[in-house]
Nanobody, 120 residues
Framework: QVQLVESGGGLAQAGGSLRLSCAAS????????MVWYRQAPGKQRELVAG???????NYADSVKGRFTISRDNAKNTVTLQMDSLKLEDTARYYC??????????????WGQGTQVTVSS
């Protein structure tokens, strides 16, 4: 099995910064795309940022220029640096990874999420 655990959420003021991390562990042979999603109360889950194994990143328009995604393939981790936070960034943030396990099967795995709350 594969587990994803997010950390780094919390309370920040508007204009401030937070850094989220997601660590994958378990029967991992290889991780392809790693993606951060978020879901605010009453809203659908939306993609925030994603990064390929080779390091190519993409961002939602709402976070471009403010958030930076990075990964460490050796440690099976992905990080989301969030700067210039806005009230509308308040949401629960989830990490998703496309993982090939030791049996050469590809599956998507999700973490439990970490809460980010931005206050004025």
């Amino acid at each position: 099995q594969v587990q994803l655990v997010e950390s780094g959420g919390g309370l920040a003021q508007a204009g401030g910064s937070l850094r989220l991390s997601c660590a994958a562990s378990g029967s991992i042979f290889e991780i392809n795309d790693m993606v951060w999603y978020r879901q605010a109360p009453g809203k659908q889950r939306e993609l925030v940022a994603g990064i390929t194994r080779s390091g190519s990143a993409n961002y939602a328009d709402s976070v471009k220029g403010r958030f930076t995604i990075s990964r460490d393939n050796a440690k099976n981790t992905v990080t989301l640096q969030m700067d210039s936070l806005k009230l509308e960034d308040t949401a629960r943030y989830y990490c998703k990874a496309r993982v090939r396990d030791l049996f050469v099967r590809w599956n998507d795995y999700w973490g439990q999420g970490t809460q980010v709350t931005v206050s004025s």
